[in-house]
């Protein structure tokens, strides 16, 4: 597919469908594709996790490093969450430094799995103040059919919950070959998981196709997950140069738990 | 006595091949190939226009390869972005691919090549050729033949076929040798010839030989995975 | 050189292509370089070339044999524009002297200020087309430069309303059919105007969004199973 870019009366039509709660492919306006998620992409990452979202594939995979700490959490181990959108995936996607949505999409999804709290850092001291283990988490895109953020954060997710714990050599250094039986320290219930509302017109949609998601100028991010029992926003994005309303903001708000619910349930079965 | 590899293969046997056609929809041509536990995956676009426009050829399509290593597939962690070992590969890539392709057919334009390596355990250039070459054929670009690629290796002065990265790291009497190959498929011409390692310049034939017995037997897995695509 | 090529390419796609009955028709999908025939009586047409005695696939795809010609249809890959092909394009930059347009191929296209259908200024051009319009046009000429196109007949022009959605090339001459019976039975059961351009990219305007819908949903069904028996019958069950 060479063509990426939407014509106009694509763009017109697509808000009038929306705005009348229809979609091309039969969804409603608030309902996400089916995602599998597989496991071990790779048998050289501590984990890994690969989820197809309708047509969006994205692949993540964990590494764990072995360092010292960071001089302001001397007692914690760390996270670091990375992508890069390949051209592989998307005529869109062009080789060189990463433009605007390249270097959003891994903050956003570091944001909702670091704020939620998910992996206990403290458990990741190996020396205190001396060595602590870092899970950098890497996310490439396969192919974008849209909504690429919320899939990724699912492959996040999953590949964390996926790892084991390298080993540690006699020298003190980290052994990739023998790896532990233990994954990494989580809050068990606590799964984050990235929502974002996508605008076009006066319509407010989720998991957009990629058709759909180039017809649109705003989008607005939420990650969410499970603390003490409650369910937490824990990040929160606007991005683009559209307003939203307090109305349709508030109107997010009691969509949300009901979604995360759903999809909580949905990604809890391939756990 | 015969020679006993690491992992009970004979000396010219190949790690298990898997190939699959159409994996990335949004790609004009895609395919993945694996020899054992290294896994390749390509995306093709193109013919399409190349901007900047003083970048492109009015006699001839470019032909544009990268290729690189995603960060998890390796034990340390390769960190983002192309390194000095990847824009090299990239450009051995290239020419291994070109000499099959009619581009002069496409002024002007350029057909971008994706390689990726999602599991490595060596071989990953070889894997990754013959992943493009089944993407390439996919889009439909004109090719005289496919290319198909494999590693010859040498363990002491034992030579042997589609090397782990455990054969690599061999010790003992001559060392390891590393030659990766590729070959224009049903031909006597090669694209791609590299070499690490210590090997008498009379034994190169014997390489060359086992090395075309292994290339006919992944011609065989991608003429597969490409029909079976158009199956469908 | 190119021009060569085209025309030779234009037989090639003239032809409907009913990939169930390749059996019958001695057709066998090929991937570049392979043997299709032997014997010096075979003439090489498009997609496939003469070494020796041999008759060779130059490209992965539907190898057929019609008489002493053998070709290679392509099944995938992109779109090989040919003089008078109808497609659909979208306008990406006007010019001092007509509009440029993506018509998804590697070359643009370009529509002259001449092929307006009333008199306008310079000044007036984005009033008639402006970028992300798209128009329904024929291939008027291929060259180095690039593809001119036309509007000046009937059914072509600039499109109002409706949607566009993209299909693979090579799917097209499946989704309409033996002399448009595929698509006619599409446009008459929805009530839709239907156009499908040879570059793939296909335009839908109906009555209602169902109606619209359902017409895309069974042409990209068609376009995702153009090999599979027994096509038209499902079809049939689709559209009742």
């Not at chain 1, 501590?46 to 197809?52: C, L, N």
């Not at chain 2, 193109?46 to 901007?51: A, D, E, I, K, N």
């Not at chain 2, 498929?185 to 034939?205: C, M, N, V």
């Not at chain 3, 590697?106 to 984005?126: D, G, R, V, W, Y």
Request: aromatic share 6%; glycine share 8%; charged share 30%.
């Amino acid at each position: 597919m060479s063509s990426m870019d939407a014509s106009n009366i694509t763009v017109d039509h697509m808000r009038k469908l929306l705005s009348e709660g229809k979609r091309f492919d039969g969804r409603k306006i608030d309902e996400f594709r089916k995602f599998e998620v597989s496991f071990d992409v790779s048998n050289k990452a501590e984990g890994s996790a690969r989820v197809k979202l309708g047509k969006t594939e994205v692949i993540a995979g964990v590494k764990m490093v072995l360092d010292a700490p960071y001089p302001d959490s001397p007692d914690k181990g760390n996270l670091m969450v990375s992508a890069e959108l390949l051209p592989l995936a998307s005529p869109r996607f062009e080789q060189g430094p990463p433009k605007f949505d390249g270097i959003e999409l891994p903050r956003l999804v570091d944001r909702a799995i670091r704020e939620s709290g998910m992996i206990n850092l403290k458990e990741l001291v190996v020396t205190p103040g001396e060595k602590v283990w870092t899970v950098m988490v890497d996310l490439y895109p396969i192919n974008d059919d849209g909504n690429l953020i919320d899939a990724a954060c699912i492959a996040a997710t999953a590949a964390i919950r996926n790892a084991n714990i390298p080993g540690i050599k006699e020298s003190g250094v980290s052994d990739y070959k023998n790896r532990t039986k233990k994954q990494i320290p989580v809050l068990k219930d606590c799964l984050p998981l990235s929502i974002t509302f996508y605008k076009l017109g006066d319509a407010i949609f989720l998991d957009p196709t990629r058709e759909e998601a180039e017809s649109t100028d705003v989008k607005i991010n939420f990650g969410l997950s499970h603390w003490s029992g409650k369910l937490m926003i824990n990040s929160c994005q606007k991005t683009g140069p559209v307003p939203f309303t307090q109305e349709e903001i508030e109107k997010m708000m009691s969509i949300l738990p009901e979604k995360y619910k759903e999809l909580n349930e949905r990604l809890k079965k391939f756990l | 006595m015969t020679f006993k590899r690491k992992d009970g293969r004979k000396v010219d046997e190949l790690r298990e091949i898997k190939a699959k056609v159409g994996i990335i929809p949004n790609a004009d041509g895609s395919a993945m190939f694996a020899f054992g536990d290294t896994i390749a995956i390509a995306a093709v676009y193109g013919p399409r226009l190349l901007h900047p426009q003083h970048m492109q050829n009015p006699e001839t399509a470019i032909l544009r390869v990268n290729y690189d290593l995603m960060s998890f597939s390796v034990d340390d962690r390769k960190r983002p972005g192309p390194s000095r070992r990847s824009q090299e590969i990239s450009k051995m890539i290239e020419h291994a691919l070109m000499p099959v392709l009619d581009l002069k057919e496409f002024p002007n334009t350029v057909i971008d090549v994706q390689v990726y390596i999602t599991q490595a355990d060596a071989g990953t250039r070889t894997a990754g050729i013959n992943a493009a070459s089944m993407a390439l054929a996919h889009a439909g670009i004109p090719m005289r033949s496919l290319i198909c690629s494999v590693a010859i290796g040498k363990q002491d002065e034992e030579l042997v076929v589609d090397l782990t990265k455990a054969e690599e790291d061999f010790e003992g009497g001559e060392g390891p040798s590393d030659i990766p190959v590729a070959k224009i498929a049903d031909t006597d011409q090669f694209t791609l010839l590299q070499l690490d390692g210590k090997i008498p310049p009379q034994r190169i034939k014997e390489a060359l030989v086992l090395a075309n017995k292994a290339c006919n037997e992944v011609y065989e897995e991608q003429k597969k995975a490409l029909k079976e695509v158009a199956g469908q | 050189m190119m021009e060569r090529k085209l025309s030779e390419a234009h037989e090639a796609q003239e032809q409907n292509v009913e990939l169930s009955e390749s059996v019958q028709k001695k057709r066998k999908i090929v991937v570049p370089g392979e043997i299709i025939a032997s014997g010096e009586d075979y003439l090489p047409s498009e997609g496939a070339r003469r070494i020796g005695n041999e008759i060779v696939a130059s490209r992965f795809g539907l190898a057929e044999e019609a008489g002493r010609v053998i070709k290679v249809i392509a099944i995938t890959g992109a779109f090989i524009p040919r003089r008078n092909n109808v497609v659909i394009g979208r306008v990406t930059n006007v010019t001092f002297n007509g509009w440029v347009l993506d018509i998804d191929y590697a070359s643009s296209a370009f529509l002259p200020i001449e092929e307006c259908p009333h008199f306008i200024n310079k000044s007036e051009m984005t009033q008639f087309l402006d970028i992300g319009d798209t128009i329904v046009a024929k291939i008027w000429a291929i060259n180095k430069r690039g593809i001119d196109l036309s509007i000046k007949s009937r059914g072509l022009g600039k499109l109002e309303h409706g949607f566009i959605f993209r299909i693979g090339p090579n799917t097209v001459p499946r989704v309409i059919g033996r002399e448009g019976s595929m698509v006619g039975m599409i446009k008459e059961k929805t009530q839709c105007n239907i156009t499908i351009g040879q570059n793939g990219w296909v335009w839908i305007k109906g009555n209602t969004s169902e109606e619209e819908i359902k017409a895309r949903k069974i042409i990209e069904f068609i376009s995702e199973n153009v090999s599979v028996d027994g096509l038209t019958e499902k079809v049939e069950e689709m559209l009742s």
